[in-house]
């Protein structure tokens, strides 16, 4: 395979000339350019593209960083985010990082030695700035943390507990059992805070269930729900696995759905919302979020400019 060095050579030019020329900079006569391309012709040459983007100070990969593709509605964002990047030349460079300061910290400067043109992260509530590189900055989700740089493409957790009652008194409901993952992260406290405002605001009983983090599909929480409690009649699950898991656990038992017991889940991520039409979804619109998210990336690499915060909400859909 031929080298830029030979090239060079058989151009009679220095290798820094065909760099030059083969970025198109004015600085290089047309007949050197004529005679170089000529000669990559020749010897097939195919250009690095990791040094020529360097060379132009745009490698055309955007930083994605988030906790797990093994929640769906991840998955789905990130599909849909890789797609509409790809549709406009650039590519992603994805990090799973657990929910953990100083692991995040160390992915950021990752990306950012990693020549990426700009960043994309589900939310971290760490005092971490980026706001003195010059890194476009879209943060998917809420959250707690205050870049002096950011833009927020989040949920109406208002809307979320406005809607389950909603559905719950619609369903004449008495008692329900209220899900959530742990309330040191902000999503979780945020999302809980919404739904118990709006239950204390009607005539429907209910109790929490702590469910764990490294439960991701809901096997442990849906047997410790019907283990640990009795009576109810309705299940607001912290997500769509685990409003599956509980739909199947009631079939089990002989439960009726929704007859006796109304099962409500959150996120909505597409796959899911088909596996059972007994399960009634809060859907947080993961693909509409992707495309928001990545048109944003793509508005402020293209505008080349510090951008004020802004805060934008994508509407719920229930399912």
Do not use: W
Request: hydrophobic share 40%; proline share 4%.
């Amino acid at each position: 395979m031929s080298s830029i060095e030979d090239v060079a050579k058989l151009a009679g030019v220095s290798t820094t000339t065909v760099s030059r020329a083969l970025n198109n900079k004015s600085y290089v006569s047309e007949k050197t350019k004529l005679k170089i391309e000529k000669v990559v012709k020749e010897l097939n040459y195919v250009p690095n593209k990791v040094a020529r983007s360097l060379s132009s100070k745009r490698t055309n990969i955007i930083g994605v960083i988030v906790p797990s593709i093994i929640d769906p509605v991840y998955s789905e964002e990130i599909d849909t985010i890789e797609r509409v990047l790809n549709k406009n030349g650039l590519r992603i460079l994805l990090y799973l990082c657990p929910r953990n300061s100083k692991q995040y910290e160390l992915e950021l400067k990752n990306m950012l030695n990693s020549y990426i043109d700009g960043i994309i992260s589900a939310v971290y509530d760490f005092p971490v700035t980026v706001a003195e590189e010059n890194v476009p900055f879209v943060q998917l989700g809420g959250g707690k943390v205050d870049y002096s740089r950011k833009v927020n493409v989040i949920t109406d957790d208002y809307k979320v507990g406005q809607a389950a009652v909603k559905l719950i008194e619609g369903s004449n409901r008495k008692r329900v059992i209220v899900q959530h993952g742990p309330l040191s992260l902000s999503e979780e406290q945020d999302r809980l805070d919404a739904i118990v405002y709006a239950l204390n605001g009607s005539q429907v009983d209910y109790e929490l269930q702590l469910v764990n983090q490294d439960d991701p599909y809901g096997i442990e929480g849906t047997q410790k729900l019907f283990a640990e409690f009795n009576d109810f009649d309705a299940v607001l699950a912290r997500n769509d696995q685990n409003a599956y898991q509980v739909i199947l656990e009631a079939k089990r038992r002989k439960i009726m759905i929704p007859k006796e017991l109304k099962v409500i889940g959150y996120g909505g991520p597409k796959f899911l919302g088909n596996m059972s039409s007994l399960m009634t979804s809060i859907s947080i619109n993961p693909t509409k979020i992707g495309k928001t998210v990545a048109n944003l990336m793509i508005s402020l690499l293209d505008e080349e400019k510090k951008q004020g915060n802004q805060q934008i909400t994508v509407p719920i859909v229930i399912k």
